[in-house]
């Protein structure tokens, strides 16, 4: 398949992930669909099968007493990352911020704003962030899937965020957007 442009490139990376049909397990063959250019076609049901991938929350979480930004360690990894988790088939993405967030840290969020969202490629992903405001620390026990947590100003969260990562990118775009 000649590569000519990213969008094609893109879809070419799709159609290796995805080969087969995922209700019949047909080989599936690329087919144009007006409006949509070519997409995956199951020959068998007579489908188009579009792309499948997954989607997560990532949460820049507030304390509403003081502005400070919670960040956490995971999974035995030395850096600070943003709370965050995947999405259940058929949950919304704002019911899915305050799970996420209760489950991790117990924390019940008060208000949740839409940030943006970015396509994690290594894990065929569509990330989504949020602003997730809590009323206080008072509630904050971590699970066992946090190693470790701390509180920071906006300035002191940018520098110890991983560096080079979406969270940091998340998080950046977040904070230059409140300047
Ligand atoms: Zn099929």
């Not at 000649?2 to 063959?29: D, N, R, V, W």
């Not at 400070?68 to 943003?82: A, M, N, S, T």
Request: proline share 6%.
């Amino acid at each position: 398949m000649p590569i000519q442009s990213p969008g094609l490139f893109f879809l070419y990376l799709c159609l290796m992930i995805q080969k087969h049909c995922f209700e019949c397990g047909a080989a599936l063959i690329e087919k144009e669909l007006e409006g949509e250019g070519i997409v995956p076609y199951c020959p068998k049901c007579e489908q188009y099968r579009f792309p499948m991938y997954n989607v997560a929350v990532s949460m820049i979480v507030i304390n509403e007493q003081n502005g400070e930004i919670l960040l956490i360690k995971q999974y035995g990894r030395p850096w600070f990352v943003l709370v965050a988790g995947y999405v259940n088939r058929g949950e919304q993405l704002e019911h899915a911020v305050g799970r996420e967030i209760k489950e991790e840290t117990g924390m019940t969020v008060s208000r949740i704003k839409f940030n943006r969202t970015s396509f994690f490629e290594p894990s065929n992903t569509l990330m989504c962030n949020f602003t997730a405001y809590v009323k206080d620390d008072s509630e904050l026990t971590p699970n066992q899937e946090i190693d470790s947590y701390q509180w920071f100003t906006p300035d002191e969260a940018r520098k110890n965020i991983r560096p080079d990562s979406l969270a940091e990118r998340f998080l950046n775009a977040y904070l230059d957007d409140e300047d």
